[in-house]
T-cell receptor, first 111, second 113 residues
Framework: GEDVEQSLFLSVREGDSSVINCTYTDSSSTYLYWYKQEPGAGLQLLTYIFSNMDMKQDQRLTVLLNKKDKHLSLRIADTQTGDSAIYFC???????????FGQGTTLQVKP | DGGITQSPKYLFRKEGQNVTLSCEQNLNHDAMYWYRQDPGQGLRLIYYSQIVNDFQKGDIAEGYSVSREKKESFPLTVTSAQKNPTAFYLCASMGRGKNTEAFFGQGTRLTVV
């Protein structure tokens, strides 16, 4: 079935760049999303990319998509302590309408 | 303001009781989703609906039921058949077409006592 995989933990120093990686299995995935979750809260949509795009930049966030390898990454430039959270990758299938999430990557930003 | 609202934020249920979680959206989105999140875990899909009066099982539908009588509303019932219902429940909605976005409610934390 459809699956989305992420590494579980990333630690960086304040001011460095963070790169969170994600792989997915469903080649019919049409939309790929990145969400941020702070403790006890719902999910906040950070950015998304349509499957016919290779890259999308939005202020400090850069999303790269390698459709051939089914690999998605989120780069956060100049990472701040307020960026500490869990980041979820999700793949939306245009065929089935399903929206499948990875396990989440906990980003720890050290001062 | 357009958005997606879940209620209540916290819910306590006695063992053996059914309980219904509310999810309402005014974004005119066709698709709606229910997920379960356990501590330190990702989101697992319970049910989803792409259109009114239609819904499909996700990966962990056993012990849950849904209805989609109106476009705006997608309530989730956690039945007594659900063996381990204590979790954080998240509802999402998504529109159709290019550049669609999926938005989430703030979640309902269900505790069985």
């Amino acid at each position: 079935g459809e699956d989305v995989e992420q590494s579980l933990f990333l630690s960086v120093r304040e001011g460095d760049s963070s790169v969170i990686n994600c792989t997915y299995t469903d080649s019919s995935s049409t939309y790929l999303y990145w969400y941020k979750q702070e403790p006890g809260a719902g999910l906040q949509l950070l950015t998304y990319i349509f499957s016919n795009m290779d890259m999308k930049q939005d202020q400090r966030l850069t999303v790269l998509l390698n459709k051939k390898d089914k690999h998605l990454s989120l780069r956060i430039a100049d990472t701040q302590t307020g960026d500490s959270a869990i980041y979820f990758c999700a793949a939306g299938s245009g065929n089935t309408g399903k929206l499948i999430f990875g396990q989440g990557t906990t980003l720890q930003v050290k001062p | 303001d357009g958005g997606i609202t879940q209620s209540p934020k916290y819910l306590f249920r006695k063992e053996g009781q059914n309980v219904t979680l509310s999810c309402e959206q005014n974004l005119n989105h066709d698709a709606m989703y229910w997920y379960r999140q356990d501590p330190g875990q990702g989101l697992r899909l319970i049910y989803y609906s792409q259109i009114v009066n239609d819904f499909q099982k996700g990966d962990i539908a056993e012990g849950y039921s849904v209805s989609r009588e109106k476009k705006e509303s997608f309530p989730l019932t956690v039945t007594s058949a659900q063996k381990n219902p204590t979790a954080f429940y998240l509802c999402a909605s998504m529109g159709r077409g290019k550049n669609t976005e999926a938005f989430f409610g703030q979640g309902t934390r269900l505790t069985v006592v």
